[in-house]
């Protein structure tokens, strides 16, 4: 205890604060997620109160204090401590306003980020500083029970950009709030990196190894996808045709085709799946199924000549590009940041 600056100001402290931990019988609420946040929280708050007071080994010597006298219940290592620290500084700081201010209490996203986990919660801290795309994967993970894995990979795919970003005609073709939600739905571009393949490779190729991993493929597409089958056989007059890829969606209430090109996006591109769309809407839509919605999705495209294309077209479609694991940019495979890196962006936002 002698390395700290005020040791009987810290005894003093110290005897409040187990106490505190004790009243809020912290063992049986660490049972209780919501419970478990609010007191790192708390805690966090605590030690930024005292970090400039009692020097740089004061979690050093709290971490020995408090699991000598909680020896039961996890949470007071070290490096717990510096999260629990860092939580407190991550939602009391706000960039717009360039002070501290509980910010995310303001915007709603304290109550959100009360209902995941911990790690989670940690992994946020370390990758995503945007409040906005903050709430969007809370949200994300409160709505799909993605695990801290998950979660990972999404960060790492930058879902938050994707997400709802593809050229539709939706807001023509479908009513609201079906149009918005469909919209939501669909993602540019689509990252395809669990996939191995080797060129020269076809879109026929691409098909095989979304099936064989199926479960990423469901992942990736989101939250709702049913696959219902490969190069689907439907038969339109005496003509056999061949839908690269069909699903249901729960949520929208429709069918969804799903067609691939290994290459840029070309018009005629568009009015092939028009047709195809036309054709599930005949033949395996009933009464209670919604329109059925195309997704195209290609190695490339140009904005206004893909806009273009659509503008006329009378079924629900969206144009994504999708890239494979040789497309994915170098920044996506970074580690966790240390502790102090991510105290030291933290830091930044408040000068």
Same mark, same amino acid.
């Given at each position: 205890?002698?390395?700290?600056?005020?040791?009987?100001?810290?005894?003093?402290?110290?005897?409040?604060?187990?106490?505190?931990?004790?009243?809020?019988?912290?063992?049986?609420?660490?049972?209780?997620?919501?419970?478990?946040?609010?007191?790192? #929280?708390?805690?966090?708050?605590?030690? #930024?109160?005292?970090?400039?007071?009692?020097?740089?080994?004061?979690?050093?010597?709290?971490?020995?204090?408090?699991?000598?006298?909680?020896?039961?219940?996890?949470?007071?290592?070290?490096?717990?401590?510096?999260? #629990?620290?860092?939580?407190?500084?991550?939602?009391?700081?706000?960039?717009?306003?360039?002070?501290?201010?509980?910010?995310?209490?303001?915007?709603?996203?304290?109550?959100?980020?009360?209902?995941?986990?911990?790690?989670?919660?940690?992994?946020?801290?370390?990758?995503?500083?945007?409040?906005?795309?903050?709430?969007?994967?809370?949200?994300?993970?409160?709505?799909?029970?993605?695990?801290?894995?998950?979660?990972?990979?999404?960060?790492?795919?930058?879902?938050?950009?994707?997400?709802?970003?593809?050229?539709?005609?939706?807001?023509?073709?479908?009513?609201?709030?079906?149009?918005?939600?469909?919209?939501?739905?669909?993602?540019?571009?689509?990252?395809?990196?669990?996939?191995?393949?080797?060129?020269?490779?076809?879109?026929?190729?691409?098909?095989?190894?979304?099936?064989?991993?199926?479960?990423?493929?469901?992942?990736?597409?989101?939250?709702?996808?049913?696959?219902?089958?490969?190069?689907?056989?439907?038969?339109?007059?005496?003509?056999?045709?061949?839908?690269?890829?069909?699903?249901?969606?729960?949520?929208?209430? #429709?069918?969804?085709?799903?067609?691939?090109?290994?290459?840029?996006?070309?018009?005629?591109?568009?009015?092939?799946?028009?047709?195809?769309?036309?054709?599930?809407?005949?033949?395996?839509?009933?009464?209670?199924?919604?329109?059925?919605?195309?997704?195209?999705?290609?190695?490339?495209?140009?904005?206004?000549?893909?806009?273009?294309?659509?503008?006329?077209?009378?079924?629900?479609?969206?144009?994504?590009?999708?890239?494979?694991?040789?497309?994915?940019?170098?920044?996506?495979?970074?580690?966790?940041?240390?502790?102090?890196?991510?105290?030291?962006?933290?830091?930044?936002?408040?000068?």
């Amino acid at each position: 205890m002698s390395n700290l600056n005020i040791t009987p100001e810290y005894k003093d402290w110290l005897v409040r604060l187990k106490s505190k931990i004790r009243s809020a019988q912290i063992k049986a609420a660490m049972a209780v997620n919501s419970a478990v946040i609010d007191f790192y #929280c708390d805690l966090g708050r605590m030690i #930024c109160e005292k970090d400039a007071v009692w020097g740089s080994r004061f979690l050093e010597s709290l971490s020995k204090d408090l699991r000598k006298e909680f020896p039961d219940i996890q949470g007071f290592s070290v490096t717990n401590l510096k999260y #629990c620290r860092l939580f407190h500084k991550y939602v009391a700081i706000s960039p717009q306003l360039g002070d501290e201010t509980d910010i995310l209490a303001k915007d709603g996203i304290y109550q959100h980020i009360r209902q995941i986990p911990w790690g989670h919660i940690k992994l946020l801290i370390g990758k995503v500083k945007d409040r906005q795309e903050a709430l969007f994967y809370i949200q994300e993970t409160i709505e799909n029970g993605w695990s801290r894995d998950v979660l990972a990979l999404q960060i790492k795919s930058n879902l938050y950009s994707r997400q709802g970003h593809a050229i539709t005609n939706f807001k023509t073709t479908l009513p609201e709030p079906q149009s918005d939600l469909a919209q939501q739905t669909i993602k540019d571009p689509y990252s395809f990196d669990f996939l191995t393949l080797t060129s020269p490779y076809n879109e026929r190729d691409i098909e095989k190894q979304l099936i064989t991993h199926i479960t990423k493929f469901l992942l990736e597409l989101g939250k709702g996808f049913a696959f219902v089958g490969r190069q689907y056989h439907l038969v339109v007059g005496e003509s056999d045709y061949y839908l690269d890829l069909l699903f249901y969606h729960i949520k929208l209430k #429709c069918y969804v085709v799903v067609e691939l090109k290994n290459t840029k996006f070309i018009p005629e591109y568009a009015g092939k799946l028009n047709f195809y769309l036309s054709a599930v809407d005949s033949l395996l839509k009933s009464e209670s199924d919604n329109q059925t919605i195309g997704i195209l999705l290609c190695r490339d495209k140009n904005k206004i000549e893909t806009e273009f294309a659509l503008r006329d077209i009378n079924k629900p479609m969206g144009v994504s590009e999708f890239t494979l694991t040789e497309n994915l940019p170098e920044d996506l495979k970074g580690s966790l940041p240390t502790i102090e890196e991510i105290e030291a962006d933290l830091d930044k936002l408040t000068q």
